[in-house]
């Protein structure tokens, strides 16, 4: 039994790290390549035929993130219904988009539901290559430089969008000891949307960890996503003091974790396993 359960984790972890690596490497550097001509063609041959663009042809982004998605077999299921990828009525959202963060695949699911902007550092473009490359072309993405850009610089970026994501943990938690309970936000993304008037959108998703996880070396081409959304948006108006309006984000925070968390526990019984 001893000889049993040391070698079979360190067999998972030899078949395991291999397939994430490829999968990786495919998603960063040879699919977006893929994408480029094959969006140009259909984007073309809509545009001349005079035909509506479906969102997930916007710009070659969203195409490689649809692909992406539908490759690793993700589906959602959403606490009010919304089984879908999308947020509903995500066209008319304004302001910002608040995610939890769990892995790598946080950036290409979380861009997906919110169909916005993602704000990120220059490291995780740089560490995503050629996919990342096309989400900053796209305008996809609110490039920071950690040490470089201020907050003032940050919040002049996310006020020309509409709508933004942020992850207001400001870190990847699924390793951590308390990765299933909500983590402290940090205050910098809370100020820039409270002095700017944007409203807080709050949306928290279990099982993210599972398409991709880079600290555990797992990948996954069948994963449920159980996904809760605060009922209201957090409107800084309603709150006289930023820390007043912290508080009533964090409120909403843990009550829509705990939903999330609620969902799952609903549909596999408990917590889910990595595969």
Known sequence: RLLHQLVHPLLCMLI???ILIFDVLLWVIVMPLVVLPVWCACWSILK??????????????????????VFHGVRV????????????NVQNLEGCIMMNHRSWGDFVIDPTMAFAP???????????????????FCGRVVLIFRGWTTRQQLKEKCDKHKRYLIFPEGTRRASAP?????GALRPGGLKNAYESGHAAHIVVTVNKELIWDER?????????????RHPTP???????????????????????????????????GGRATLM
């Open 118 to 136: 993602v704000v990120a550092r220059a490291a995780a473009i740089g560490a995503t290559l050629f996919a990342g490359l096309i989400g900053l």
């Open 216 to 228: 555990r070396g797992n990948v996954s081409c069948s994963t449920t996503l159980y996904r809760a």
């Open 16 to 18: 395991s790290w291999p």
């Open 234 to 268: 957090v409107f800084p108006d309603a709150f006289p003091t930023f820390d007043s309006f912290v508080a009533a984000v964090e409120e909403a925070w843990k009550t829509t974790w705990a939903r999330a968390y609620e969902l799952r526990a609903k549909h596999e």
């Open 77 to 88: 299921i959403d606490a009010e219904g919304a089984n879908t990828w999308r947020l509903p």
């Open 178 to 182: 308390d990765a299933d309970q909500p």
């Open 48 to 69: 001349l035929a005079r035909q509506p663009v479906p969102m997930w042809l916007t710009t070659p982004w969203e195409t490689l993130q649809s692909w992406f998605l």
